[in-house]
């Protein structure tokens, strides 16, 4: 692409770029935030509760149950802050990375 092109194109493309950093932060945030262990175990307990007070049945109880659960056992799929996915060791081990 020619100096031209890439400076006529750089208003549209610019904030665009903006806003798909944007959005990908805001992903970032609301997954940590829902696969986040302490509001987990929360909502379990307010689970527990509802139960208790009579709001919800035994079914209902263990249908939301297995789901928080299952969001409690699983594993974090990103390696650090950035929300870059975890990268695996080497399974042949040419990259000297820990197995």
Avoid: C, Y
Wanted: without cysteine; proline residues 8%.
């Amino acid at each position: 692409m020619s100096m031209f092109g890439s400076t006529a194109g750089l208003p549209v493309v610019g904030p665009l770029r903006g806003l798909i950093w944007l959005a990908r932060q805001v992903a970032t945030a609301a997954e940590q935030e829902m696969n986040d262990p302490v509001r987990i175990e929360a909502a379990l307990l307010a689970l527990e509760r509802r139960l208790i007070a009579g709001e919800i049945d035994e079914a209902a109880f263990e249908a939301e149950e297995a789901v928080l659960l299952a969001r409690l056992a699983r594993p974090s799929d990103t390696a650090d802050e950035g929300g870059l996915p975890a990268t695996p060791a080497d399974p042949a081990g040419k990259t000297g990375a820990p197995r």
